[in-house]
């Protein structure tokens, strides 16, 4: 079975950063693309950001575009977000995803394993 534990989350102000962790185990981690994720109260999930199974390839949401990156270290299992310049309108729990296969191109119904989330805050 995939386990997922993300962490790394917590308050901040409005254009800090914060750099998101989500540890894999279970399965073999390059065997895997990863997705971030995130919700906010009363919203739907949004599909942030995704990553190929050996990290070459990337994918953002228009929104995060240029503020968030998304990494991945296969010898470390864990897979990264880093997010700068934050506004407000980025709190949410934020959630990372793994699904099986390569590429980094899917839609969010293929990703079948899931972390718990980790809370972000932005304060104004």
């Known amino acids: 079975q995939v386990s997922l534990v993300e962490s790394g989350g917590g308050l901040v102000q409005a254009g800090g950063s914060l750099r998101l962790a989500c540890v894999f185990s279970?399965?073999?981690?390059?065997?895997?693309?990863m997705g971030w994720f995130r919700q906010a109260p009363g919203m739907q999930r949004e599909y942030l950001a995704s990553?190929?199974?050996?990290?070459?390839?990337?994918w953002y949401r228009d929104s995060v575009k240029g503020r968030f990156t998304v990494s991945r270290v296969n010898a470390k299992n864990t897979v990264y977000l880093q997010m700068d310049n934050l506004t407000p309108e980025d709190t949410a729990v934020y959630y990372c995803?793994?699904?099986?296969?390569?590429?980094?191109?899917?839609?969010?119904?293929?990703?079948?394993?899931w972390g718990q989330g980790t809370q972000v805050t932005v304060s104004s």
């Open positions: 279970g399965r073999t981690f390059d065997s895997y693309s």
């Open positions: 995803a793994a699904s099986y296969g390569s590429s980094h191109l899917k839609p969010s119904y293929e990703y079948h394993n």
């Open positions: 990553i190929s199974a050996t990290g070459q390839d990337t």
